[in-house]
Structures are given as structure tokens and as C-alpha cells.
């Protein structure tokens, strides 16, 4: 499956953005995704999840209460909600999918979009 993530840009703090994540080339129905990211000098980090269907979603403490996923398996797409944006949001942010059950794990995954740049100014 290849993923084509969208949606990055410059925000104020306590503004928000949407990103948006396509695929395409399978069946995105068997797909759990994840959303992660990774700033300057540090590690990747987990963001949040959600389940094939939808019906389930996963959060990191960090951003839980401001940013929401969710998917339309009929437009093959994935979106991050991201409300009350602050400095620290600030990273490269990726999409990834898996077969199966989605996972808070990188190494889980083994299909990634390029990434899409958030910078949050104070």
C-alpha cells in the first residue's frame, strides 16, 4: 500500500490543523494505521491508532483531549485532527498502516507516507 500524507503547515499556538493520509494499491479496509512523530534530535514517537473498521482509536498521553483520527475505508483515507496546538507539537508527522491490528509500535509497521512537516510558533 503507498500512503501520501497532507495537511502540515505553520500554525499559531492554540490553532489547529487537520492532516489528511491517502492510500492506495489495497484493500485499505485490512490496514490498521498509526500516526507518529518525529522531531529535531529526537526519537520517533507514537501519536495515535485506530482499528480497521474505525470503531477503535489509541492515544498518546502527550496529545490525548487535543487530536482525534479517523478514517473513511471508502475514500481510503485517514485524517489527524489537531486542536490546541502548541510548540512542543512541533515535528515531521508521519503516517504508517499495518495488516491487522493497528500498534502503538513503529517496528509494527510496514508501510509509511513520507511525512508532512508541523511547525507550531508561540
Known amino acids: 500500500v503507498q500512503l501520501q500524507a497532507s495537511g502540515g503547515g505553520l500554525v499559531q499556538a492554540g490553532g489547529s490543523l487537520r492532516l489528511s493520509c491517502a492510500a492506495s494499491g489495497r484493500t485499505f479496509s485490512d490496514y490498521g494505521m498509526g500516526w507518529f512523530r518525529q522531531a529535531p534530535g529526537k526519537e520517533r514517537e507514537f501519536i495515535a491508532r485506530i482499528s480497521r473498521s474505525g470503531g477503535s482509536t489509541y492515544y498518546a498521553d502527550s496529545v490525548k483531549g487535543r487530536f482525534t483520527t479517523s478514517r473513511d475505508n471508502a475514500k481510503s483515507t485517514v485524517w489527524l485532527q489537531m486542536n490546541s496546538l502548541r510548540p512542543e507539537d512541533t515535528a515531521l508527522y508521519y503516517c504508517?498502516?499495518?495488516?491487522?491490528?493497528?500498534?502503538?509500535?513503529?517496528?509494527?509497521?510496514?508501510?509509511w507516507g513520507q511525512g508532512t512537516q508541523v511547525t507550531v510558533s508561540s
Open positions: 504508517a498502516a499495518k495488516m491487522g491490528i493497528s500498534s502503538a509500535s513503529d517496528s509494527a509497521y510496514n508501510y
